[in-house]
């Protein structure tokens, strides 16, 4: 299985930085394939292509504050990073099983 993984502290530091290693070491115990994108105070992240989106079966995030617009129409699941830290590989296979199509709704335009 082919996955993106993107990670996103509140606080901008720890959290993100270990779900993301945790994430990627559990997905390879899993035999799935990952890249990951890690949001955190301390570097830019690398940010998916859209070629990795595309090509992935699951997106996870692991975060909040993340722009979903990008994972229309992918599978999708979404939880708090801190969620993803305790058993990692636990977090993956819940987020296969409960993850769904993700559609994203374009803000809407009220007339006055």
């Known amino acids: 299985m082919n996955i993106v993984i993107v990670t996103a502290c509140p606080s901008g530091i720890a959290n993100s930085i270990i779900a993301a290693g945790l994430l990627e070491k559990a997905s390879a115990e899993l035999g799935w394939s990952a890249v990951v994108e890690c949001h955190n105070q301390l570097s830019e992240p690398r940010l998916l292509t859209p070629e ?26 979404q939880a708090a990073v801190t969620a993803a830290i305790p058993d990692s590989k636990k977090f993956l296979q819940t987020a296969e099983q409960a993850a769904v199509p993700y559609t994203h709704q374009a803000p809407s335009k009220e007339t006055a």
């Not at 995030?61 to 699941?77: C, M, N, Q």
């Open 52 to 77: 990795e989106i595309a090509a992935a079966d699951l997106v996870v995030v692991a975060g909040a504050d993340v722009d979903l617009a990008r994972f229309h129409g992918k599978r999708l699941y």
